[in-house]
């Protein structure tokens, strides 16, 4: 049997979750320290911004080279490699002699995030067209799980006493020998390689572009939520910190569930018609939100942008890699490209909004973009 007829196993799926999973655990990871880094290197919120920033740039610069490096070597070696380097720069981050050496450890730190990202959903979608049915929901739903597990062993280490040094460094090596160990179960190289991988980046064009339009919105929003929905509940609503604190986890494990049923769901519905519906669910319930002053019936309607939101990435992923002419790996970069670019953007735009208006008014983008996103759902089928 040659490669590309390769049937996938149960291992090389489970082998996929481990990669969804352990991304999505030293996500959260670095989020859970960002206010130690802060506080080791004594900086102030605008240079701690320019860090996020040098992150994001490498992010987008290793976005241009993912097609071509996962069509020479293969998704499952880059994932491997980029993986582990992404799990092991998290020992670096409180040992840099400064600033400007953190900078370029976050900027090397994007660079391998994208790549490696780009990789494992090229995985995934491969995955998903030989076993004729979606699964790409459920992967995602395993880097949600991976971000709520690494946000709970975070914080419970700090809580615990130890050291930050210590948890990053058990982390690291932690999930440097997941990445690795499973990556070996992956599908083999020629079973990913396509055509013309080898050639740069090459801006999207034709179906790609709205796709990576409709990812930014998504981003964006979710972003939004990810950013500003504690203090909305504390500061808009006058919910105790305790409560506010919910805002997030309330609409994290939303969307976590619903994208481990979100394979069922998308094999169910076309694609168009279950982001129309999650759309503007998410629309609806976001306007719950913000006409609501009952701070748990807010946090009903988190919940119900969490699960609204939760398939939208999945959902325009996939199509990425159902473009006709289009290798997988390609589609998925210029899509991701659009997605990390929504990504970064939202949280400063709803901050500018808020400082020229209220919070209120400036998360009616949420609104918007999810009655976008329904409006445009015609184009999550490209095929």
Same mark, same amino acid.
């Given at each position: 049997?040659?490669?590309?007829?390769?049937?996938?196993?149960?291992?090389?799926?489970?082998?996929?979750?481990?990669?969804?999973?352990?991304?999505?655990?030293?996500?959260?990871?670095? &989020?859970?320290?960002?206010?130690?880094?802060?506080?080791?290197?004594?900086?102030?919120?605008?240079?701690?911004?320019?860090?996020?920033?040098?992150?994001?740039?490498?992010?987008?610069?290793?976005?241009?080279?993912?097609?071509?490096?996962?069509?020479?070597?293969?998704?499952?070696?880059?994932?491997?490699?980029?993986?582990?380097?992404?799990?092991?720069?998290?020992?670096?981050?409180?040992?840099?002699?400064?600033?400007?050496?953190?900078?370029?450890?976050?900027?090397?730190?994007?660079?391998?995030?994208?790549?490696?990202?780009?990789?494992?959903?090229?995985?995934?979608?491969?995955?998903?067209?030989?076993?004729?049915?979606?699964?790409?929901?459920?992967?995602?739903?395993?880097?949600?799980?991976?971000?709520?597990?690494?946000?709970?062993?975070?914080?419970?280490?700090?809580?615990?006493?130890?050291?930050?040094?210590?948890?990053?460094?058990?982390?690291a090596l932690a999930m440097a020998l997941a990445i690795v160990l499973s990556a070996q179960?992956?599908?083999?190289?020629?079973?990913?390689?396509?055509? &013309?991988?080898?050639?740069?980046?090459?801006?999207?064009?034709?179906?790609?572009?709205?796709?990576?339009?409709?990812?930014?919105?998504?981003?964006?929003?979710?972003?939004?939520?990810?950013?500003?929905?504690?203090?909305?509940?504390?500061?808009?609503?006058?919910?105790?910190?305790?409560?506010?604190?919910?805002?997030?986890?309330?609409?994290?494990?939303?969307?976590?569930?619903?994208?481990?049923?979100?394979?069922?769901?998308?094999?169910?519905?076309?694609?168009?018609?279950?982001?129309?519906?999650?759309?503007?669910?998410?629309?609806?319930?976001?306007?719950?939100?913000?006409?609501?002053?009952?701070?748990?019936?807010?946090?009903?309607?988190?919940?119900?942008?969490?699960?609204?939101?939760?398939?939208?990435?999945?959902?325009?992923?996939?199509?990425?890699?159902r473009v006709p002419g289009v290798e997988p790996a390609r589609g998925i970069a210029a899509?991701?490209?659009?997605?990390?670019?929504?990504?970064?953007?939202?949280?400063?735009?709803?901050?500018?909004?808020?400082?020229?208006?209220?919070?209120?008014?400036?998360?009616?983008?949420?609104?918007?973009?999810?009655?976008?996103?329904?409006?445009?759902?015609?184009?999550?089928?490209?095929?």
């Amino acid at each position: 049997m040659s490669a590309n007829a390769v049937l996938p196993s149960a291992r090389m799926r489970w082998a996929a979750r481990v990669q969804f999973f352990a991304s999505g655990f030293i996500f959260a990871t670095w &989020g859970v320290h960002i206010p130690t880094v802060k506080a080791h290197y004594g900086v102030t919120e605008a240079e701690l911004g320019m860090a996020m920033l040098a992150a994001g740039v490498g992010a987008l610069l290793g976005l241009t080279q993912a097609s071509r490096w996962i069509g020479r070597h293969g998704a499952r070696a880059i994932a491997s490699l980029c993986g582990a380097v992404y799990a092991l720069l998290l020992a670096g981050l409180m040992v840099m002699p400064g600033y400007a050496a953190l900078l370029g450890l976050l900027a090397a730190f994007g660079i391998v995030t994208s790549v490696f990202d780009v990789a494992i959903n090229t995985e995934a979608a491969e995955l998903e067209l030989r076993n004729g049915r979606p699964l790409m929901s459920g992967m995602h739903g395993m880097f949600s799980l991976g971000g709520m597990a690494g946000a709970v062993t975070g914080s419970a280490a700090l809580a615990a006493g130890v050291a930050p040094q210590s948890h990053l460094m058990l982390v690291a090596l932690a999930m440097a020998l997941a990445i690795v160990l499973s990556a070996q179960w992956m599908l083999p190289k020629d079973a990913t390689a396509f055509a &013309g991988g080898n050639e740069g980046f090459r801006l999207p064009r034709g179906a790609l572009v709205i796709l990576g339009v409709l990812a930014a919105l998504g981003l964006i929003a979710e972003g939004a939520i990810y950013d500003w929905s504690v203090l909305y509940l504390k500061q808009e609503l006058g919910s105790p910190q305790q409560q506010a604190a919910l805002a997030y986890a309330s609409f994290s494990a939303a969307m976590a569930a619903t994208r481990f049923g979100g394979d069922a769901l998308r094999a169910r519905f076309a694609p168009a018609v279950l982001l129309r519906g999650s759309a503007l669910l998410a629309a609806a319930s976001m306007t719950l939100v913000l006409l609501t002053d009952a701070p748990w019936l807010a946090l009903a309607g988190f919940a119900g942008v969490g699960a609204g939101f939760a398939n939208v990435v999945p959902i325009l992923f996939a199509a990425s890699a159902r473009v006709p002419g289009v290798e997988p790996a390609r589609g998925i970069a210029a899509v991701s490209a659009a997605a990390y670019l929504g990504f970064m953007a939202g949280p400063p735009v709803i901050g500018f909004l808020a400082e020229v208006s209220s919070l209120t008014a400036a998360l009616y983008v949420v609104v918007t973009f999810a009655v976008g996103l329904a409006a445009s759902a015609r184009w999550a089928d490209p095929a």
